[in-house]
C-alpha cells in the first residue's frame, strides 16, 4: 500500500473513531432522563440533542474545521433529528424499545460512517491547529475512551431499555457496575496493548 493511500485511510480511521467518540458522548453520557422526556413531549427536545451532537463532534473535530466539515456536522444533526423523532414515534405506538434502539443505533453509525467518508473527501481535511497532537492523533486513546464510555453509559442504557420500561424515565445507573467495567477493560486494554508492543519489537 502506497503511503499518500495509508495516510488518507489513517485519516479516515481518526475521523470516524472521534465520530463514533462524539456520538456515544452525545446519545449516552449528555442525554439525561429530563432530555428524554423533552424529546417525547416536543420537538424542540430533540433539536436541543442534536444541537449537542453537533456541538460534541465540532469540539472533538476542532482542529479540522472548515466551513464544508461544519456543513457535513450540521447536516448530520438534521439525519439525527429524523432518525430520533421516527424512533420515538415508532416506540411509542408499538411499545416495543429494544428492537427499536438497536436498529436507531445501526441507522447513526451508517450515518456516521458516510459523514466520514463526506468529511474526507468533500470536506478535505486538514489540521489547522496542533492541539496535543501525541494524544490526540492516537487511535489507541480514542479507542479506549470510545470502549470506555460503552462499557459504563451504553451498557447500563442498554440494559434499562430490556426491561421494558416507560422509554421516559430514564435509565438508573449502577455507578458501581460502571466503574468495575471501566477497570476490566483497563486492565484488559493495557495487557493487549502491552502484548502487541512487545510483538511488534521482537
Known amino acids: 500500500m502506497n503511503k499518500p493511500h495509508q495516510t488518507h485511510l489513517n485519516l479516515y480511521n481518526m475521523i470516524i473513531l472521534y465520530l463514533i467518540l462524539g456520538h456515544l458522548i452525545a446519545d449516552f453520557v449528555l442525554q439525561p432522563a429530563k432530555l428524554i422526556q423533552w424529546k417525547i413531549r416536543s420537538k424542540i427536545g430533540i433539536i436541543v440533542h442534536c ?24 447536516g448530520l444533526g438534521i439525519v ?7 424512533k420515538i414515534n415508532i416506540s411509542l405506538k408499538r411499545d416495543k424499545f429494544v428492537g427499536y434502539f438497536v436498529i436507531d443505533q445501526i441507522m447513526h453509525f451508517a450515518t456516521l460512517l458516510g459523514s466520514g467518508v463526506a468529511i474526507l473527501y468533500w470536506g478535505k481535511p486538514q489540521a489547522q491547529i496542533q492541539f496535543m497532537p501525541g494524544i490526540y492523533n492516537n487511535p489507541h486513546i480514542i479507542l479506549f475512551l ?3 464510555v460503552f462499557m459504563s453509559y451504553t451498557i447500563e442504557i442498554y440494559r434499562h431499555t430490556r426491561s421494558e420500561r416507560n422509554i421516559g424515565e430514564g ?3 449502577n ?23 512487545l510483538i511488534i519489537r521482537l
Open 51 to 74: 444541537a449537542i451532537h453537533v456541538i460534541v463532534s465540532g469540539i472533538l473535530l476542532l482542529p479540522y474545521l472548515n466551513l464544508k466539515i461544519d456543513l457535513i456536522l450540521f
Open 175 to 197: 455507578y458501581h457496575n460502571m466503574l468495575l467495567r471501566i477497570l476490566a477493560l483497563t486492565f484488559v486494554y493495557i495487557l493487549f496493548t502491552g502484548i502487541g508492543y
Open 146 to 148: 470510545i470502549l470506555a
Open 80 to 86: 439525527h433529528f429524523f432518525i430520533d423523532y421516527a
Open 171 to 173: 435509565a438508573k445507573f
